[in-house]
């Protein structure tokens, strides 16, 4: 009599075993309660200390924003633990059936390698998810506290890391299926996230494509969820990448095929994937999530800009590490952006630090064309922005209401039992139920 | 006739591990491929299993071609020095074998009598010994559905008695239809065991079938009186 259960579910189960007795995961969780709040602790600290806690500057807390304040911290414990932690769970899933002869048997069973690298994946999400709870059950402890919580911007914050745990969890898979050894794909994977910071580096420093490439970066691409900011081309990208990392995979699974044909599909796999991220670019959609509406403009702002329909073309005479062209990108170019998707913009220096273009003429220039009229401005922030195009498209600005304005959610509380929650009473569950769940599989 | 194999070679760079080899596998039979260490059988096996890829070579049945993904239903292979899923109980892989691989779930019992494998079946794969752990490859790859069943080695790492055990459970189910395809260096446990064999020297066929068969090619090759001893046969031949 054949087994009722299709074939992919034995699979699952049976990598949700070998994940249950696989230490590195294991190792995982109990790393994650003290990395989770030892940044907890400390984001809930500062965040009372500049709500008004002792004594301190009474109204700075105002504009405080939980999501800046206390998750985008708390949360980077994940992004920690994705690239240190993670990949050696994720390696020791792929490589282990490689190591131990199971792939030989497993690969007879005529399953489609990727549908066998799927499963792989889902079951080390959902140990990723596993790993995630002190995160989450830091919400709930704020929440005991007083905090304030908005759902859009934790949800978002939550599908970053998550989306972050799939990019590593299909680079780890790559690299395991790729290499010989475990130790291999573990220097392989962590040099490609060594890599990545590579190319952010270069990317602040040369600006141009190297800038617009590190923008893709997991890095680049937490700190925008960490903003409470979603953009489509970022998910995306983000989603053909794990895609490919799992087709690598999936590839250099099968042990049957010539390396010859492994090689040239997978050259097949990279056009596609480059193609994907290029069309990908292309979307220019994206939300922003946050309570205090932090990549976007105020709403009048945004109305009047939307009644400019003449291409905008901005031509910004700074360096890449000139600390203004930051301000005016962070605080201002991100945010039209997003109102306006066809703006251009323009950098031009001759050096990347502009030290030595101070002097020259133009240099710190700001021009904006607009149809046939330009105008010139030197200021880097959001309202002067605002001012110059206004001007320049003969609009009248908006007037400014302080209804619209994000007065903060300030709490001047300590991280009362944070410390025994995340130091003591996670590492014990972890270790108890380890104990009992490993013993109870096997 | 289950299948034939024709014209199958592999390289490893500059060393050739299987040069042409073609032999038939008729159904039912107890067929055993035969060689010193370093002839070749286990790349044979690798190759016909799926796990290593071939340079040239068919395999057919039916009088078609079997593709790489069609062979999953023609055979299982078992190969040998392997510890699969080293954590979990010798229970929980006969199982998954049966739910995976859509095995035979009638025949668990029977296989875990006739292989011993009771007192082993909560006991973590990665913990049994090299002969326990063949048991445990044997009853999975018994379990198996496949018409044909590949084994590399089956013997190794098993004392005189546990053979004699899993020849007869081997022979049983061979009584039954499933053809068994065994690679074994030792020839003495193959002239035992098997129907007919395929004698693997270097890389190449030095040829194929029962014992008499192998001797009358071996006395006419050599133009001597036909001998009685596989072993003598196979040194004849190679």
């Known amino acids: 009599m054949r087994s009722r259960r299709p074939p992919f579910l034995w699979l699952l189960e049976k990598e949700w075993r070998e ?3 696989s230490k590195s995961w294991w190792v995982l969780l109990l790393g994650m309660g003290p990395l989770v709040g030892m940044s907890f602790i400390s984001a809930v600290r500062t965040y009372a200390e500049v709500s008004g806690l002792n004594g301190t500057a009474a109204g700075v807390g105002e504009a405080l924003s939980p999501l800046i ?3 985008a911290p708390t949360f980077s414990a994940c992004e920690l633990a994705a690239v240190f932690l993670l990949p050696f769970v994720a390696i020791r899933l792929v490589a282990g059936d490689h190591q131990s002869g199971a792939l ?9 390698p990727f549908t066998r690298i799927w499963a792989k994946a889902l079951i080390l999400l959902a140990g990723w998810v596993v790993a995630m709870l002190p995160s989450l059950s830091a919400i709930l402890l704020w929440r005991s506290y007083g905090g304030s919580t908005y759902a859009p911007e934790l949800l978002t914050l939550t599908a970053g890391h998550l989306l972050n745990a799939g990019l590593t969890i299909a680079l780890a898979a790559a690299m395991a299926a790729l290499s010989e050894h475990p130790s291999t794909a573990a220097i392989l994977t962590l040099s490609f996230t060594v890599g990545t910071w590579i190319l952010n580096f270069f990317g602040a420093i040369q600006g141009g494509w190297w800038e617009r490439a590190a923008g893709y970066t997991p890095a680049a691409m937490v700190a925008e969820f960490q903003h409470g900011l979603v953009r489509l081309d970022t998910v995306l990208i983000a989603l053909v990448l794990i895609l490919s990392g799992l087709g690598f995979a999936a590839v250099w699974m099968r042990l049957g095929v010539a390396v010859s044909r492994r090689v040239y599909e997978s050259a097949g796999v990279s056009l596609l994937a480059a193609a994907g991220i290029l069309a990908c670019t292309f979307a220019t959609a994206s939300w ?3 309570e205090s509406r932090g990549n976007s403009f105020p709403e009048p702002d945004e109305q009047a800009l939307r009644q400019i329909h003449t291409p905008l073309r901005i031509e910004v005479h700074l360096a890449p590490e000139d600390p203004r062209r930051s301000d005016l990108d962070h605080r201002a170019l991100s945010k039209l952006r997003r109102v306006m998707p066809q703006l251009k913009v323009q950098y031009i220096s001759a050096t990347s630090t502009g030290l030595f273009e101070q002097t020259s003429a133009g240099y710190g220039e700001i021009w904006y064309f607009l149809g046939s009229r330009k105008t010139m401005s030197r200021v880097t922030t959001a309202e002067g922005v605002l001012e110059t195009i206004y001007s320049l498209a003969g609009i009248a600005p908006p007037v ?3 209804d619209a304005v994000f007065r903060g959610h300030p709490l001047a509380v300590a991280p009362k039992g944070a410390g025994v929650i995340f130091y003591a009473l996670w590492p014990a569950l972890v270790v108890a139920a380890a104990a009992v769940v490993r013993k109870s599989v096997k | 006739m289950l299948f034939e194999v024709t014209g199958l070679s592999k390289r490893f760079g500059a060393i050739a591990a299987l040069r042409d080899v073609s032999f ?14 370093g002839a070749g059988k286990s790349t044979l096996f690798e190759c016909l299993g799926g796990a290593l890829p071939s340079d040239s070579g068919v395999i057919r049945a039916g009088g078609r071609t079997v593709g790489a993904r069609e062979r999953p239903s023609l055979l299982f292979y078992v190969p040998d020095s392997i510890a699969p899923w080293p954590t979990q109980t010798a229970r929980w892989a006969l199982d998954f074998t049966i739910g995976f691989f859509h095995g035979q779930s009638q025949l668990r019992d029977e296989v875990v009598e006739q292989l011993d494998l009771r007192p082993l079946l909560n006991q973590p794969i990665g913990t049994l010994s090299k002969g326990q752990r063949k048991r445990v490859l044997l009853g999975i790859g018994l379990l198996t559905r496949q018409p044909a069943l590949l084994i590399d080695e089956p013997f190794e790492g098993l004392d005189l008695r546990q053979r004699r055990d899993i020849a007869a459970a081997l022979r049983a189910h061979a009584a039954r239809g499933r053809t068994l395809f065994l690679s074994i260096h030792q020839i003495n446990d193959a002239a035992r065991f098997c129907d007919r064999f395929v004698l693997l020297s270097s890389g190449r066929v030095c040829g194929e079938g029962t014992v008499e068969e192998l001797a009358g090619l071996a006395a006419a090759r050599d133009q001597t009186t036909p001998l009685q001893d596989l072993e003598e046969v196979f040194l004849a031949l190679t």
């Open chain 1, 104 to 112: 030989k048997l497993e690969l007879q069973q005529g399953l489609s």
């Open chain 1, 288 to 290: 922003d999530t946050s």
């Open chain 1, 400 to 402: 400014e209401s302080d």
């Open chain 1, 19 to 21: 994940l249950l007795v």
């Open chain 1, 69 to 71: 304040g206390v998750w």
């Open chain 2, 24 to 37: 038939r596998v008729r159904e039912g039979e107890v067929l055993g491929l035969i060689g010193p260490n």
